[in-house]
């Protein structure tokens, strides 16, 4: 079960929130918060998995019940309002997700799931550090285990982003990354290509590379990542180097060093 709470200052939108979680068999609404200090009393005693969060509050608003709870137990953070203006605000706070009142039934089944994926993620990340911390312990442990445990993709590796948040001029576009053909680097900004549109994102390769699922994205260049599942063609010319068609019609060089992608194709 998804222990949740609810936190809101207004009774009917906790009560309607409530009736729409009732649909779900594993959201157990555990608590229900009139304000901020309370759902922070609550989340250090009972660390719910989940919170629903109202921004606009008297007191401590939502902002200032993320920002106590830094350094303590965080439960994954759903912001509901009525004010689609603190958008912005709510993502740079790295909430799951941002709902809007009254809340839409289908984009409140899209945040369950998020919630579901996050959570069992956060659930075996935390299995594995109990038996790696059993391990160590041990007089003698068992290194090629513990080497296993460690280096297992996605063991102990956080949820990869389903959709980027494109930061423009005070508005957030959010990018599927399946929609994404390639993205490749402009200095500290990244330009995240889909068909027809590039976009821009302050970010890093690095950051990038850990951000996205590399079953589904590859360096092709020391500035370039592919989506493969976009790749239409794959071109090889006479000097050995190879060059990826993507969906958009935008052409990828592969470099020496990233040949080993090639093999993917062939």
Do not use: C, W
């Given at each position: 079960m998804i222990r949740t709470?609810?936190?809101?200052?207004e009774p009917l939108a906790i009560e309607g929130l409530e009736v729409r979680l009732r649909a779900f068999q594993d959201i157990e609404v555990v608590a229900t918060c009139p304000n901020g200090r309370k759902a922070i009393?609550?989340?250090?005693?009972?660390?719910?998995?989940?919170?629903?969060?109202?921004?606009?509050?008297?007191?401590?608003?939502?902002?200032?019940?993320?920002?106590?709870?830094?350094?303590?137990?965080?439960?994954?953070?759903?912001?509901?309002?009525?004010?689609?203006?603190?958008?912005?605000?709510?993502?740079?706070?790295?909430?799951?997700d941002?709902?809007?009142?009254p809340v839409d039934p289908n984009l409140l089944k899209r945040t369950v799931q998020h919630a579901r994926n996050a959570i069992q993620q956060?659930?075996?990340?935390?299995?594995?550090?109990?038996l790696v911390a059993l391990i160590e312990g041990m007089e003698d442990p068992p290194k090629v285990i513990l080497s296993a445990i460690l280096e297992e993709p996605g063991a102990v590796r956080d949820v990869f982003e389903h959709h980027l948040n494109i930061k423009d001029?005070?508005?957030?576009?959010?990018?599927?990354?399946?929609?994404?053909?390639?993205i490749e680097a402009a200095g500290d900004y990244m330009c995240i290509h889909t068909p027809g549109k590039t976009h821009i994102l302050r970010a890093t390769m690095k950051e990038m590379d850990k951000r996205l699922d590399p079953k589904m994205f590859q360096r092709v260049h020391r500035s370039a990542i592919v989506n493969l599942e976009r790749v239409r063609e794959l071109v090889s010319h006479t000097?050995?180097?190879?060059?990826?068609?993507l969906e958009g019609g935008g052409q990828v060089k592969v470099s020496r060093s990233?040949?080993?992608?090639?093999g993917r194709f062939l």
């Open positions: 709470i609810i936190v809101d200052d009393e609550f989340t250090r005693k009972r660390k719910p998995d989940l919170m629903f969060l109202d921004i606009q509050m008297p007191g401590f608003d939502g902002f200032d019940v993320i920002r106590s709870l830094v350094g303590d137990f965080m439960p994954l953070v759903v912001f509901v309002t009525a004010f689609d203006q603190y958008a912005l605000k709510a993502f740079e706070a790295h909430t799951l941002y709902l809007l009142k956060r659930r075996i990340i935390q299995q594995n550090a109990k001029r005070g508005r957030i576009t959010r990018v599927d990354v399946t929609e994404i053909d390639y000097n050995g180097e190879y060059f990826l068609t990233y040949k080993t992608v090639i």
